[in-house]
């Protein structure tokens, strides 16, 4: 039972990235974070930046595919700690590809890992939070949950999703006392670009060739350029501390600007006048 007083967060995808920096950065503020991760053997980085941060954390498996598990993480972190305040849904996936070349199975994957996972995370904490009147959902999106970009058609499906479902819920729980918020990075420099699925094929290999090459070269630049995985990982744990409500959150001045481009764009055509640009190649 947590007889510190302190607030409790529970914190997916912490293994590396941002995810990893926003769960120390909560401890440094005094949190009592549970750090969660598909695999705790892979827990290393995680258990070299507490430690040089001189906090200390609880880590434990989760993978936010099982829901069951998510199940019995909650339950256990409510019996070790006695309450959570703040869930952070950080954990998720990307992949590559267009709709020709992904099988279901591959967007339900995108799902389960960037939409489900979270909303079913959520409806676990929520029940404790709205008795106590008081506690903070946050979701890791991303701009691809707000601009819909070339071969993202899955995960920004999965963000957009996710987005949809937080901002639909929000207002509900700010009634009781429960703010719920999406944080929108841009690039961010971490492990998210290897871990990207790849399609398994299903149209001709050279229709899409091009496009590809190019929307690639383009990302390969992005990422040379992205925001310190650290820096990400502080702005997710500003908001989820944060004085003031606010629904949407950006980890850069880049990623706003971005987010902004979409959300003004009332017929279209500023988000497709841009992203047409990364798949163009010279004649």
């Known amino acids: 039972m947590n007889e510190t007083g302190r607030q409790v967060a529970l914190v997916t995808g912490t293994s590396s990235g941002m995810g990893l920096h926003a769960a120390v950065e909560l401890a440094g ?36 595919t099982d829901h069951e598990a998510a199940r019995a993480c909650v339950d256990g972190v409510l019996a070790d700690h006695g309450r959570i305040d703040v869930l952070i849904n950080n954990a998720g996936r990307g992949a590559v590809g267009t709709a020709e070349q992904l099988g279901l199975d591959e967007i339900r994957d995108q799902l389960e890992v960037n939409y489900l996972g979270p909303v079913a995370l959520t409806k676990l904490v929520l029940p404790t939070m709205r008795a106590a009147g ?7 999106t991303s701009v691809g949950g707000a601009v819909g970009q070339p071969f993202a058609d899955a995960y920004c499906g999965a963000k957009f999703a996710v987005e949809g479902f ?7 729980m700010l009634a ?23 399609p398994a094929g299903g149209a001709p290999a050279d229709a899409y060739a091009v496009q590809l090459e190019a929307y690639l070269a383009r990302s390969a630049g992005a990422f040379a350029a992205a925001q310190p995985a650290r ?27 971005f987010v902004g481009m979409s959300l003004a764009d009332l017929d279209g055509s500023r988000v497709l006048g841009t992203t047409r640009t990364w798949i163009e190649t010279q004649a």
């Open 134 to 140: 008081s506690g903070r959902v946050l979701t890791v």
């Open 231 to 257: 820096d990400a990982g502080v702005a997710i744990a500003e908001a989820a501390t944060a004085d003031e409500y606010r629904f949407r959150w950006q980890t850069s001045d880049g990623a706003t600007a």
């Open 166 to 172: 937080m901002q639909s819920l929000s207002t509900v």
């Open 29 to 64: 503020r005094g949190l009592s974070v549970v750090a969660t991760m598909r695999d705790v053997s892979r827990s290393d980085r995680l258990d070299a930046a507490a430690a040089e941060a001189g906090v200390q954390l609880d880590v434990r498996a989760l993978d936010v």
């Open 176 to 198: 009781h006392g429960v703010w719920v918020s999406v944080i929108e990075p841009a690039a961010v420099a971490s492990d998210f670009v290897s871990n990207v699925a790849r």
